[in-house]
């Protein structure tokens, strides 16, 4: 079940020019594998971080340098958490985290979902609508039902 949405969006040229002027920030922000990054991946990064701190629904517990955004061999983005992070993330009841990241056009953004548990078992749309005691007298459209 979903439990948690974040989304966020940063001007890599503006974010450039704040590490420029604030370099004790990379350290501050950043994991040690991180750190060596060019600036534009750092600035996908941070926008998972902060858009890691949405779907947790807050920041406490939650310290900057615990979370990693690392890639699997396929190149896909997971996060690598520790410490105080990864015992907060756990105690939620999170038992998944999807990540999307993207930078291009001089912006940098991600994406987060953060799950918990199972879903609940439906066989079909109409039935989880209904199970989530929704009263809608319009009928959600299926891929047979014409547009």
């Known amino acids: 079940m979903i439990v948690g949405i974040g989304v966020d969006l940063?001007?890599?040229?503006?974010?450039?020019?704040?590490?420029a002027r604030t370099p004790?920030?990379?350290?501050?922000?950043?994991?040690?594998?991180?750190?060596?990054?060019?600036?534009r991946s750092l600035a996908a990064?941070?926008?998972?971080?902060?858009a890691l701190i949405k779907a947790l629904g807050g920041s406490d517990g939650v310290h900057w340098t615990d979370i990693e955004v690392a890639s699997e061999a396929s190149g896909r983005p997971v996060f690598s958490l520790?410490?105080?992070t990864a015992d907060t993330?756990?105690?939620?009841?999170?038992?998944?985290?999807?990540l999307s990241m993207s930078?291009?056009?001089g912006l940098a953004t991600a994406?987060?979902?953060a799950e918990a548990g199972e879903r609940p078992a439906a066989s079909t749309v109409a039935e989880a609508v209904?199970?989530?005691g929704s009263t809608a007298s319009t009928p959600v459209p299926t891929r047979e039902d014409p547009a």
Not at 24 to 36: K, M, S, Y
Not at 45 to 50: G, N, S
């Open 130 to 132: 209904a199970s989530a």
């Open 103 to 105: 930078h291009d056009a």
């Open 45 to 50: 990064r941070y926008a998972a971080k902060e």
């Open 10 to 19: 940063v001007d890599v040229p503006r974010f450039e020019q704040h590490l």
């Open 24 to 39: 004790r920030l990379v350290p501050r922000l950043f994991a040690p594998a991180e750190r060596v990054l060019k600036p």
């Open 82 to 84: 520790r410490g105080e």
């Open 111 to 113: 994406y987060v979902i």
């Open 89 to 98: 993330v756990a105690a939620r009841g999170i038992t998944a985290l999807h």
